[in-house]
């Protein structure tokens, strides 16, 4: 684990201060080691579990279920997760039954949520229905949800998720969605059909629209000004938000390249700072996770994945109960690390291992990286050129997080980290070298680092 240094400036007067930043600790203080902020209670946390091919994981009864439907999709957007995933043999209705009825002897308490995926679930929909009314049935408690791309919404099954519960994902890019793929909003009946299930669940806040970053979609005020004037609500939840992770040529393809860095950090950050992306789920949870991280000492051991999917209690499984990495893989793949996606059976809960995962601590940067507590080492089991780039872009993605809450404890922006990093994640907004630390040289005030939205 690493301590830097981080000089950074006070917008109010230009001048200029040196911190330092413990990202095994979570400490933030002054240059001479005072605490600059109270922390709250400190709650002892269990360390993670390392997962990886030579550490592998349990399961155990699933708090959360994620339940993989096939991978087929009525779409091909450019940068999915799965476009090139082998598929395993669909299944279909007639799996439901067999699937319900064997959950007594792996579910032994009932799970939290059931996540219902595809694909695109609803291409599903034959089975859908009677798996999650059975869902239903056997744990009445249970959050139901579902991402899909809504281009197969229509009034019967918008009528149906509304009564059973469920909620909902809309998966759209807003101005970007053009890059993406197809878009349902240009077609009438499909946009009719969103729109009304927007109508029907938003007062219960059970839906939103699911979107990503990427270089040609770098501006989430954009998506957020998009969402609203297409709800016609201020508060239009927008899920996910993160920049996309290189899981193929065409996520690189929409990754960040060099000379972009500054500029889309610069971006994000005003954005952040100025409330323009107050409803994307990305920044809010991120940088409200990494404000209480300093707040309450959050040691590094205790961080799992960003995914979740490093936890014994979740579970991805397909309806012929095999167990899975995640639900964006299937039982005929294989994982970077060499390993099979398909790590056990339901019927043998006990001998499942998840081999196919690298915990960040097993990873050569991770552990240097300042941007550790945001990041969570980004996809766990990604390797090689394709992890290089996604942890490129995960990092520009938490360093606006990392600048915003800061400012929001301390006053103070951050623009230089020193430290055992990569020379060309140093300077964060891209103007440090114009105002290179001195203790010789007086205080003098310039721009925060912003771009015009």
């Not at 095994?24 to 902020?37: H, I, Y």
């Not at 679930?121 to 798996?131: N, Q, S």
């Not at 059973?164 to 970007?176: C, E, K, L, N, R």
């Amino acid at each position: 684990m690493t301590k830097f240094i981080l000089t950074a400036f006070n917008p109010a007067n230009g001048q200029r201060a040196r911190l330092h930043y413990d990202n095994a600790t979570s400490e933030l203080t002054s240059e001479s080691g005072e605490s600059l902020v109270q922390a709250v209670e400190v709650v002892a946390r269990a360390n993670a579990p390392a997962v990886s091919k030579q550490t592998p994981l349990a399961k155990s009864s699933p708090r959360v279920l994620k339940i993989s439907l096939g991978l087929s999709c009525n779409y091909a957007c450019e940068y999915c997760s799965q476009r090139f995933v082998p598929r395993a043999d669909e299944t279909n209705p007639g799996d439901v039954q067999a699937f319900v009825d064997g959950l007594d002897s792996w579910v032994t308490s009932p799970p939290e949520k059931v996540e219902f995926w595809g694909g695109e679930p609803l291409v599903y929909i034959k089975t859908m229905r009677p798996l999650a009314e059975a869902i239903r049935s056997k744990f009445p408690n249970a959050e139901l949800s579902v991402i899909t791309n809504g281009s197969l919404l229509n009034d019967e099954i918008n009528d149906w998720l509304d009564r059973m519960g469920f909620s909902v994902g809309i998966s759209h890019d807003g101005p970007g969605q053009p890059v993406r793929g197809p878009d349902p909003l240009q077609d009438p009946e499909q946009r009719a059909a969103i729109m009304a299930l927007y109508a029907r669940l938003a007062p219960q806040r059970r839906i939103s629209f699911n979107a990503m970053v990427n270089r040609e979609n770098a501006s989430r005020a954009a998506i957020q000004r998009f969402f609203i004037e297409l709800t016609g609500d201020p508060a239009v939840p927008i899920g996910e938000g993160s920049f996309v992770d290189a899981y193929d040529e065409g996520g690189i393809a929409h990754s960040l390249r060099p000379g972009e860095l500054h500029a889309y950090r610069n971006l994000a950050f005003h954005e952040i700072r100025t409330g323009q992306a107050a409803n994307v789920q990305a920044v809010s949870s991120k940088t409200a996770s990494f404000v209480n991280s300093i707040r309450s000492r959050r040691p590094a051991s205790s961080l799992g994945q960003k995914c979740g999917m490093d936890k014994t209690e979740s579970i991805a499984v397909d309806l012929r109960g095999n167990v899975l990495t995640c639900q964006n893989v299937s039982a005929a793949s294989t994982a970077p690390n060499g390993q099979p996606h398909h790590i056990g059976h339901v019927s043998d809960l006990a001998a499942v291992k998840l081999n196919t995962a690298t915990h960040w601590s097993k990873r050569e940067n991770c552990p240097s990286c300042p941007m550790l507590q945001i990041c969570q080492g980004s996809c766990m089991f990604l390797e090689g050129p394709l992890w290089d780039r996604s942890c490129d872009n995960a990092f520009s993605d938490a360093v606006p997080i990392f600048a915003a809450g800061i400012e929001f404890l301390t006053g103070l922006v951050p623009f230089h980290i020193e430290g055992e990093l990569r020379d060309d994640r140093k300077d964060i907004f891209g103007f440090s070298e114009q105002v290179k630390p001195s203790r010789d040289r007086p205080p003098r005030v310039f721009p925060i680092p912003v771009v015009a939205a």
